[in-house]
C-alpha cells in the first residue's frame, strides 16, 4: 500500500490552538504528485502555491514537500532554499515512518469504502460515457476525484470490491469496468498487483481490458502489453480497443511493441494490419511486418486474407521492395474485384533524359522487381478492362521500377506495350539509336498522348531517312501535329511539305500558337541543318515571309537560313532586321551577320552585308550600339557600318573604337565626305576625339560658304573639354551671323572676348546680334561703349531698345554705388542717415555741454523724424536749457520734417 506523508505540526506558543491541516489544504497538490505521479506539474503547482497566501504551517509543509520534490529529481541545489525555509519556520515539520498514522489509515479506507459502494449501489452507470483527463468514465466528477484523492487506500478498496466479483452469484460488468477504470487510474503496487492476476481469471479479465485505456503510468503499461499477449486473441484485442481516456490505447503504444505482441495469430494479424492500414507506418518495422503479411496472405481465414491486401494497397507498404513484391504478386486477383493500391505522394523525385517521375527503389531493387511486375502486368486484365485509377497505378509501377534501372528494359517494355500498356515515359528515356527502329516498328500501338512522349525522345536519337514514311501515316490524323521533331529528325526532303503544312495550321489556330508554333520553328531549323537542298530551303523562305509568323521565329529561321550562306535569305534579311526593341544584347538576322563569332560562320562578302546594312538604316532599324556586342563586330565591318549610322552614339563609339585601332583609312574617307563644302553632315554628332584629330580641317569651315557648316564647325569646336580651341574674337567676327550669334554665346558662358569686336557688334546689321551684343557689353559694364548703347535706345526693334537700356541702367547703377562707397571708405559720407547718427551721437549725454547744444539744435534744422525718440528723452534732462533745446528741436522737426 501507498503510504501517506503523516505531518505533526506543532509549537510551544500556540499549543492549544487548532492548527489548519496542511495535507487538507494541499490536497490537489498532493494527488497530482503521489496519484498521478506528473512530478513537473506538482513542482508547478508547490510553486504556485508558495507564491500565494498560506497559514504558517501550511506554508512550512509546502517547502518541505517542494524541496523533498527537487531532491528526488537530482536538483538539490534548487531544493536546499525550501528545505532551510520549513526548518527555520516556527512550525516544526516531522515526516513520520509508513503506519505511524493508523486512524488516518482507517479514515482513509472507510471513506474509499463508501466511495466504492457507492459506485456499486449505482446499477446503471454508463461505462462508455467520455472522461476528461482528470476523471474516470462512467463516474461522476465528483465521485472520481475523490477516489483519485485518497490515492493507495481506494486502490485497496476498489481491488477488495472487484475481488468480490470472482465468487459473486451475479454481478454487474459494467460497474466492474467503472471499478476497474479507477485501478488503472489509481497505478501503484496494489492496481498493478491485482490487474495482472486479473488476467488469468475469467470473470474479471474482460473487464480489466475494457478498461486498460485509462492508465496513466509506465508500470501499468507494462502489465497492458501483457494483456496483449495472452493466450486469448479476444482478449488482447480488448486492451487495443478500450477507449476509457483519451485515445485508444494503441495510439499511445510504440508501432513495434504493438507488432511484437500481435503477430502470433491470424485475429491479432488481422487487427494489426487493419490499424496500421490508415496510418504512417514507422519504417523500422516494415521488414518486421513482411512474415506477418506473408502469413495473413496464407491463412485460411478471409478477413485476415482481406486485412492483408488491404494493408499491401497502401502508400507505406509499396515502399518496401519485400512488400511491393508481394503487392504485384496477388495485385491481379486484386485488380479483379476492383481492388486499386494508392499512388504514393511523397516519393522523392528522379529524372532520366528529361523524364521525371517518383519512386523509392534503387536499381538492384528495381531489377529484383522486374520479374514480379511483368508476371503481374501479363496476368493482369487488359487495360482497357481497367478502371482509370488502376491504370494510373500500373504506369506508376512501370515508371518506378522500369526507369531506375542499370539495364535498358527497352525490349520488356514494348512486349507490355502489346499488352495494352502505354509504358510512354520509360520508352521515351531509354530510347537510343539502337531502339529507335524497335520503337518506330510499333508506333501505330501507341494512344494520341502517349504517342506524344515518344516523339518527343526522337529529338535526341539520329532516325534513318526511311523512318520518315513511318513518321507520316503515324501522324496521318494529326494526332501528333504538336510533335513535329521526330519528322525533322528524318532529314527527309518531303519532310519539308509537311512541316510547311502544320506550320500553317497552327498559324490558323491563333489559340494554340504558344508551344506548338516553337516546336514546328524547331523542327524547320533542325530539317534545315540536316538537309539543305532547295525545296528545304524553300519551305524555310516561305515560312519566313508568313506575315503572321512572330519575329521570334522568323529570327531562329531566318539565322539558320543565312547559316547556310542563302543568297536568296540575305535578301530577306534586309527586308526584316528585326531590331531588338529593348536594350538586352539579342541575336537578330542582322546582329548574327556582323558577329565575327557566329556560328556556323557564313561566306557572304562585306559587301553583300553592308547592302543588308544599309537596308535596315534607309527602315530606320539599325541598331544602337548597346543592343549590340560591339566587340564581335569586325573591324573590317565596323566602317561600313558607321558609314549609314546617324545617331550620335553609334559615331562616339564606332569612331573612337576606329581611332583606338588605327582604322586610318577609313576613317579619313568617312570624313572628307563629312567636311566637303557642299556636305550636309550634322557634325555635332562628332565625338571630341574625332574633333580634336580633324581640327584644322573643322576650322577651315568656319570661312567656308555654308553657314550651316560653318555654325556646326562653332559648335564642335567649342564643345570640347581641351584648352587649345580657337579664338572667340575668330567667331565674332565671322561672316555668316550663326557664328558671330555663336560668339556671342559663349561670350555670355564668361568665355573671354574683345571689348571692341562687342562694341562693332553694335552696328550689327542683324537685331538679335544688337541686342546679344548690348548684353554682353552691359554684362561687361562698358562705360566706353554708352554712346553706342544710347544711340541704341532709338532702334525700332524693341529688344534691341530694351537690351540697351538694360546695359545702361547696369552701368549707371554701377558707377553710381562705387562713388558711393569711395566717399563712405574715405569718412566722408554726408547723406542725412549718416549725419542723424553723428549728431545722435554728439549729443547724447556725457558729451561736452556746449557740443550737445549745437548738436541738439542741427537736429531740428535737419528735420530726420528718425531722431524723435532721443530728442523726447533728453527733454528730461536735469540742465534745463539742454531740456528746452531738445524740446525745440522736437517742435521743429514736427513742423518741417524731412524724408
Avoid at 502489465?223 to 486492451?239: N, T
Avoid at 542499370?406 to 510512354?424: F, I, K, M, N, R
Avoid at 546594312?613 to 556586342?629: F, H
Wanted: a negative charge; proline letters at 7%.
Amino acid at each position: 500500500m501507498k503510504h501517506w506523508f503523516a505531518s505533526l505540526l506543532c509549537t510551544a506558543a500556540v499549543a492549544a490552538q487548532q492548527v489548519p491541516d496542511p495535507r487538507v489544504e494541499l490536497a490537489a497538490v498532493i494527488a497530482v504528485e503521489e496519484q498521478e505521479r506528473d512530478l513537473a506539474q506538482a513542482e508547478r503547482l508547490w510553486r504556485d502555491a508558495l507564491a500565494g497566501t498560506l497559514a504558517p504551517a501550511v506554508r512550512a509543509y509546502a517547502n518541505h514537500r517542494l524541496g523533498s520534490l527537487l531532491v528526488r529529481l537530482g536538483r538539490n541545489d534548487e531544493a536546499q532554499p525550501f528545505l532551510d525555509a520549513a526548518a527555520k519556520s516556527s512550525w516544526a515539520v516531522i515526516e513520520p515512518a509508513p503506519g505511524q498514522d493508523p486512524a488516518r489509515e482507517r479514515a482513509l479506507r472507510d471513506k474509499a469504502r463508501e466511495l466504492v459502494a457507492r459506485v456499486q449501489s449505482q446499477r446503471a452507470v454508463d461505462a462508455t460515457a467520455p472522461a476528461a483527463a482528470t476523471t474516470v468514465t462512467g463516474l461522476d466528477a465528483e465521485t472520481a476525484e475523490q477516489l483519485l484523492w485518497l490515492g493507495e487506500p481506494a486502490a485497496h478498496e476498489v481491488a477488495a470490491a472487484l475481488e468480490a466479483m470472482r465468487t459473486a452469484d451475479s454481478y454487474h460488468p459494467e460497474t466492474g469496468t467503472v471499478l476497474a477504470a479507477v485501478l488503472w487510474r489509481l497505478g501503484g503496487p496494489v492496481a498493478a498487483t491485482f490487474l495482472r492476476d486479473a488476467r488469468r481469471d475469467a470473470r474479471l479479465r474482460s473487464v480489466a481490458a475494457a478498461a486498460a485505456s485509462s492508465l496513466r503510468s509506465a508500470e501499468l503499461l507494462a502489465v497492458a502489453v501483457e494483456y496483449l499477449h495472452d493466450d486469448e486473441p479476444q482478449l488482447a484485442l480488448s486492451v487495443l480497443q478500450s477507449r476509457q481516456w483519451g485515445p485508444e490505447l494503441a495510439e499511445r503504444l510504440p508501432q513495434a511493441t504493438l507488432v511484437e505482441a500481435l503477430r502470433k495469430d491470424g485475429p491479432r494479424q488481422r487487427w494489426l494490419l487493419r490499424w496500421l492500414s490508415p496510418r504512417r507506418v514507422d519504417p523500422g518495422i516494415v521488414a518486421t511486418i513482411v512474415p506477418i503479411v506473408e502469413q495473413a496472405l496464407a491463412s485460411t481465414d478471409p478477413e485476415v486474407g482481406a486485412a492483408a491486401q488491404d494493408f499491401l494497397r497502401t502508400t507505406s507498404a509499396q515502399a518496401s521492395p519485400a512488400l511491393m513484391a508481394l503487392l504485384l504478386d496477388r495485385l491481379p486477383e486484386m485488380l479483379a474485384n476492383d481492388q486499386v493500391p494508392a499512388i504514393p505522394t511523397e516519393l522523392p523525385q528522379h529524372e532520366r533524359n528529361g523524364v521525371v517521375w517518383q519512386g523509392a527503389f534503387d536499381a538492384a531493387t528495381a531489377a529484383e522487381l522486374l520479374p514480379h511486375l511483368d508476371r503481374c502486368l501479363r496476368r493482369s486484365p487488359p487495360p482497357r478492362l481497367l478502371p482509370g485509377a488502376a491504370q494510373r497505378w500500373l504506369l506508376f509501377a512501370i515508371d518506378a521500377i522500369t526507369l531506375p534501372l542499370a539495364v535498358d528494359p527497352t525490349p520488356t517494355l514494348l512486349a507490355w506495350l502489346e499488352l495494352g500498356h502505354q509504358p510512354s515515359g520509360p520508352v521515351a528515356a531509354w530510347l537510343t539509336d539502337a531502339t529507335a527502329p524497335a520503337v518506330l516498328a510499333r508506333l501505330d500501338a501507341w494512344q494520341p498522348q502517349p504517342l506524344q512522349q515518344v516523339l518527343w525522345a526522337f529529338r535526341r536519337v539520329e532516325l534513318p531517312a526511311g523512318a520518315f514514311e513511318v513518321l507520316r501515316r503515324t501522324t496521318a490524323g494529326g494526332e501528333a501535329l504538336s510533335m513535329p521533331m521526330a519528322i525533322a529528325r528524318t532529314g527527309h526532303v518531303e519532310a519539308a511539305e509537311w512541316l510547311t503544312a502544320a506550320l500553317a495550321t497552327v498559324l490558323r489556330a491563333a489559340e494554340t500558337q504558344g508551344w506548338r508554333l516553337g516546336q514546328v520553328v524547331d523542327a524547320l531549323v533542325e530539317l534545315l541543318r540536316r538537309n539543305d537542298a532547295e525545296p528545304v530551303r524553300r519551305a524555310v523562305r516561305d515560312a519566313i515571309e508568313q506575315p503572321a509568323l512572330p519575329d521570334s521565329c522568323r529570327t531562329d529561321l531566318l539565322i539558320a537560313l543565312l547559316g547556310r550562306s542563302d543568297a536568296a535569305g540575305l535578301a530577306i534579311a534586309g527586308r526584316w532586321p528585326m531590331v531588338a526593341a529593348n536594350s538586352e544584347l539579342l541575336v537578330t538576322p542582322l546582329t548574327w551577320l556582323l558577329y565575327e563569332d557566329s556560328t556556323p560562320r557564313h561566306s557572304f562578302t562585306d559587301e553583300q552585308v553592308e547592302a543588308v546594312i544599309a537596308q535596315a538604316a534607309a527602315a530606320e532599324q539599325l541598331p544602337e550600339p548597346e543592343q549590340l556586342r560591339i566587340d564581335a563586330v569586325p573591324d573590317r565591318l565596323l566602317p561600313r557600318l558607321v558609314r549609314h549610322a546617324t545617331s550620335f552614339e553609334w559615331q562616339r563609339v564606332a569612331y573612337a573604337r576606329l581611332l583606338a585601332r588605327g582604322c586610318q583609312g577609313e576613317l579619313d574617307a568617312w570624313m572628307r565626305t563629312r567636311l566637303a563644302p557642299d556636305s550636309d553632315a550634322d557634325l555635332t554628332l562628332l565625338p571630341e576625339a574625332v574633333v580634336l584629330h580633324y581640327r584644322s580641317e573643322i576650322e577651315a569651315l568656319l570661312d567656308g560658304p555654308s553657314p550651316n557648316l560653318a555654325w556646326a564647325a562653332a559648335k564642335v569646336l567649342w564643345t570640347g573639354t581641351t584648352a587649345e580651341l580657337p579664338s572667340v574674337d575668330r567667331l565674332l567676327t565671322n561672316r555668316h551671323d550663326f557664328v558671330r550669334a555663336e560668339g556671342l554665346k559663349l561670350a555670355g558662358y564668361g568665355v573671354p572676348a574683345s571689348i571692341e569686336h562687342l562694341r562693332t557688334l553694335l552696328r550689327d546689321p542683324k537685331p538679335s546680334i544688337r541686342r546679344d551684343a548690348a548684353q554682353r557689353l552691359g554684362e561687361r559694364l562698358d562705360r566706353e561703349s554708352v554712346p553706342a548703347l544710347l544711340a541704341l535706345l532709338r532702334e525700332r526693334e524693341e529688344n534691341v531698345r530694351a537690351a540697351a537700356e538694360q546695359a545702361l541702367q547696369r552701368i549707371r547703377f554701377y558707377d553710381e554705388h562705387e562713388a558711393h562707397w569711395e566717399r563712405v571708405l574715405r569718412g566722408l559720407d554726408a547723406s542725412p542717415q549718416s549725419a542723424v547718427e553723428k549728431l545722435l551721437l554728439q549729443a547724447k549725454p556725457g558729451a561736452p555741454r556746449n557740443q550737445r547744444l549745437l548738436a541738439l539744435r542741427s537736429l531740428g534744422a535737419l528735420g530726420q523724424p528718425e531722431a524723435l525718440p532721443f530728442l523726447i528723452d533728453w527733454t528730461q534732462d536735469t540742465d534745463a536749457e539742454l531740456a528746452q533745446a531738445a524740446l525745440a528741436a522736437i517742435d521743429a522737426i514736427h513742423r518741417a520734417p524731412r524724408r
